[in-house]
Nanobody, 119 residues
């Protein structure tokens, strides 16, 4: 497993931007498929975006497509989530997760960072 620590959450007005970071240790991010999930109060955890280890292709949930961008800095071993045009419904705890490319289940999770978008 890899250890993951998120940061960058906070309070922002609707229409604003935030960039979340997920620092990884124990494995290099380029060798893992990494993703962002979020969980709003009273709701189940939902997928936000992922980036594949091989090739670096990305995939987004429809709710964030065109507003959020997932990326990674292999030299710094950090995963990012740039969030633009934030909406109140984006309010949630955001988690980063990692898995080996050949494994279907994410087996490493961070502790989460709170994002609150005010209207």
């Amino acid at each position: 497993q890899v250890q993951l620590v998120e940061s960058g959450g906070g309070l922002v007005q609707a229409g604003g931007s935030l960039r979340l970071s997920c620092a990884a240790s124990g494995r290099t991010v380029s060798t893992l498929t990494m993703a962002w999930f979020r969980q709003a109060p009273g709701k189940e955890r939902e997928f936000v975006a992922y980036i594949r280890s091989i090739g670096g292709s990305t995939y987004y949930a429809n709710s964030v497509k065109g507003r959020f961008t997932i990326s990674r800095d292999n030299a710094k071993n950090i995963l990012y989530l740039q969030m633009n045009t934030l909406k109140p419904e984006d309010t949630a705890v955001y988690f980063c997760a990692a898995r080996p490319q050949s494994v279907a289940t994410y087996d490493s999770w961070g502790q989460g960072t709170q994002v609150t978008v005010s209207s």
